[in-house]
T-cell receptor, first 117, second 115 residues
Framework: GDSVTQMEGPVTLSEEAFLTINCTYT??????LFWYVQYPGEGLQLLLK?????DKGSNKGFEATYRKETTSFHLEKGSVQVSDSAVYFC????????????????FGQGTILTVHP | EPEVTQTPSHQVTQMGQEVILRCVPI?????FYWYRQILGQKVEFLVS????????KSEIFDDQFSVERPDGSNFTLKIRSTKLEDSAMYFC?????????????FGPGTRLTVT
């Protein structure tokens, strides 16, 4: 079945440091890939997405590129802020060749990011 | 901006009791989901619901669980006889039928504590 593996956390950085959170996946068919963020005490918010190979998703300075050859979707940000402290989840949504899906998301284990001033 | 809402935010119940978790999805959405997150673990899919029936469910979603859309706005998850291991954060999500990447919108969650 589908699965997502994220790098082990937690990750602790100083403000303005470069961030990478690795994510690799296993899936059949043509999955869409997502990064969700969970701020303390809140639900999951979509951060960015990519629907096909070589697509780059971006939002709020975060980027991730859908790499089919390495089955990866690593999250990057050039300069993190204290407000980026949160839990980050990589997720995939499987789809068949026709592109249809009921939308079940498969999540990675989450990576806790803490950014210090 | 429309949002998914969930009630209650925190539910404490005794083992063996029935609980109903409530969700109000975004009004024009057609697909509905429940996920759960046991403390410190990954978010897990429970069930998806479309056109007034379950479209997919996980192994977790056994006979103790049921879902219902009793009216045009609410979407509920019922656990008939709660167990200690049901303690988790339960998230409801919804999406509409369009959109390339079928984006799901999540509610803030209900923390269920079974004692």
């Amino acid at each position: 079945g589908d699965s997502v593996t994220q790098m082990e956390g937690p990750v602790t950085l100083s403000e303005e440091a470069f961030l990478t959170i690795n994510c690799t996946y296993t899936a059949t068919g043509y999955p869409s890939l997502f990064w969700y963020v969970q701020y303390p005490g809140e639900g999951l918010q979509l951060l960015l997405k990519a629907t096909k190979a070589d697509d780059k998703g971006s939002n709020k300075g975060f980027e991730a590129t859908y790499r089919k050859e390495t089955t990866s979707f690593h999250l990057e940000k050039g300069s993190v802020q204290v407000s980026d402290s949160a839990v980050y989840f990589c997720a995939l949504q499987g789809a068949n060749a026709g592109g249809t899906s009921y939308g079940k998301l498969t999540f990675g284990q989450g990576t806790i990011l803490t950014v210090h001033p | 901006e429309p949002e998914v809402t969930q009630t209650p935010s925190h539910q404490v119940t005794q083992m063996g009791q029935e609980v109903i978790l409530r969700c109000v999805p975004i009004s024009n959405h057609l697909y509905f989901y429940w996920y759960r997150q046991i403390l410190g673990q990954k978010v897990e899919f429970l069930v998806s619901f479309y056109n007034n029936e379950i479209s997919e469910k996980s192994e977790i979603f056994d006979d103790q669980f049921s879902v219902e859309r009793p009216d045009g706005s609410n979407f509920t998850l019922k656990i008939r006889s709660t167990k200690l291991e049901d303690s988790a954060m339960y998230f409801c999500a919804s999406r509409d039928s369009s959109g390339i990447a079928y984006e799901q919108y999540f509610g803030p969650g209900t923390r269920l504590t079974v004692t």
